[in-house]
């Protein structure tokens, strides 16, 4: 069952959101079963390629808050992070547009490395407070998340990433996605935002016992004999 997650690498509950959804598969009896599907969105489209505000000082022009008011949610958002295993240090996060990073994402997924360029993106841009726009940065990234360094450059370079990216978005507006971290369960269950881990175990409690009842697994009763499994041991 499928189970897609519209995010920005810019969110900060759009991480912890990751972080509580994956909790909740632990402790999934059928997390086997379940295929992550992450999805790009840009929360601000408009952001210049290179950095020009401080994340404080990005926050009080968009949200038109003093300056102690914006420490103060500063804080609340390290503290939830932290309750869920996670260091943030917004105070050096690089306010740059996450275009780049998302087509970085969508090359990744078509090598089956979407979730661990998600991850790495969160944590360069929240722990490590790395620029995710550079091309550098993000070259880096996926040397070391395991994609052939002769070819992340087409992540840049081709324009069907950039598609990608732009359909993942009009696609979440299709559906009525207004903000992130958005989960839609096998298309037919949803849940925004960075909800705790019981509340992500419910749905997919709930989706994937009616997913087995439209397509049932079928066990087989296996007679066995002599045979070579998928490591090469014959006997």
């Known amino acids: 069952m499928k189970v897609e997650i519209w995010s920005d690498v810019m969110c900060p509950f759009c991480y912890i959101g990751k972080r509580n959804i994956e909790t909740a598969l632990a402790q999934f009896p059928e997390a086997n079963n379940i295929e992550i599907e992450w999805k790009s969105f840009q929360l601000d ?7 020009t505000d401080s ?7 968009r949200k038109g808050f003093p ?24 105070e050096q996060s ?13 090359f990744a997924k078509s090598k089956n490395l979407g979730n661990e360029a998600e991850e790495k993106l ?15 940065t993000l070259t880096e990234i996926g040397k070391e ?21 732009h359909q993942d978005i009009d696609e979440a507006q299709a559906i009525g996605v207004t903000g992130v971290p958005f989960f839609v369960f096998d298309r037919k269950y949803a849940v925004s935002g960075a909800q705790p881990s019981h509340t992500f175990l419910q749905a997919l409690e709930k989706s994937y016992g009616e997913f087995l009842q439209k397509s049932p697994i079928t066990k087989l009763d296996v007679q066995q004999s002599e045979s070579c499994d998928i490591e090469g041991n014959c006997d």
């Open 67 to 90: 300056a102690e008011q914006v420490k103060g949610m500063m804080e609340q958002v390290t503290n939830t992070a932290r309750q869920a295993g996670l260091d943030f240090n917004l």
């Open 94 to 106: 690089v306010i740059v547009n996450s275009f780049n990073a998302h087509r970085l994402i969508q």
């Open 145 to 165: 998340i395991g994609l052939d360094p002769n070819e992340i450059s087409e992540a840049f370079t081709n324009d069907q990433y950039a598609e990608n990216v």
């Open 122 to 136: 969160f944590k360069t841009y929240f722990t490590d407070g790395k620029d995710i726009a550079n091309l550098e």
């Open 55 to 61: 994340h404080e000082e990005y926050l009080a022009k």
């Open 45 to 51: 489209p408009n952001l210049p390629a290179v950095a």
